[in-house]
């Protein structure tokens, strides 16, 4: 962790009282607004720049695979990915983040990484990926790179298994083939599912 970046968290921390005064001022019912979803509220890019729509998000289970071009795993099941984004479609949102998409300049500000962007976009490229391959929110970023929210990334590749509400309720760090991570998806969707029926109707 570099002191930019503990500087860059450090400012983020102190802005949050004031994000949470906001944020309470403009949940005040006037009408019916959507729930927070933590990732649907992140703005991430695709590798080219272009905003992705994160309102999909809402509602639908998502396998968050966080990757980087010099990780050979990482590569090795990107195709496996891309197939079951296709094959699963409708049921769950696969996305592969880069997660060496941002890097920290001197003045402590978050950028895109355009080298390693480009490099990454070169891979998509060759591999015929056509599954969501996206930068990360700066917030994200921060995330997964800071060990005292318990949620930074060990090792490459990492997963994370998120629910239609937008809660982490499985990390994953290792690499599988196709049928290794069809296992993990509908166990995963089978849990939910099954969640779903046991909770009790209190209406």
């Avoid at 503990?6 to 309470?24: D, G, K, N, R, V």
């Avoid at 992140?42 to 509602?59: I, K, Q, V």
């Avoid at 941002?102 to 402590?108: H, I, R």
Wanted: contains cysteine.
């Amino acid at each position: 962790m570099t002191k930019r970046l503990l500087a860059l968290i450090l400012a983020l921390l102190l802005t949050l009282p004031l994000a949470a005064a906001l944020m309470e001022e403009a949940a005040q019912p006037e009408a019916a607004e959507e729930e927070s979803h933590f990732f649907a509220d992140m703005a991430f890019t695709y590798l080219d720049g272009t905003p992705f729509d994160t309102a999909a998000f809402r509602d639908t289970p998502i396998l968050l695979n966080m990757w980087a071009t010099w990780c050979s795993p990482c590569v090795g099941e990107m195709p496996h990915l891309d197939a079951l984004a296709a094959e699963y479609a409708g049921r769950i949102h696969i996305i592969g983040v880069h997660s060496e998409g941002l890097t920290v300049t001197e003045q402590g500000e978050l950028i895109v990484d355009e080298d390693k962007t480009a490099a990454a976009l070169k891979l998509q490229e060759e591999l015929g990926l056509t599954f969501p391959l996206l930068n990360p929110d700066s917030l994200l970023f921060i995330l997964m790179n800071d060990p005292q929210y318990g949620i930074n990334l060990n090792v490459l590749p990492t997963t994370w298994l998120i629910d239609g509400e937008g809660y982490i309720r499985s990390i994953v760090e290792s690499a599988y083939d196709k049928a290794g991570w069809q296992r993990i998806i509908d166990r995963f969707l089978s849990d939910l599912v099954q969640e779903d029926v046991d909770e009790p109707d209190l209406g």
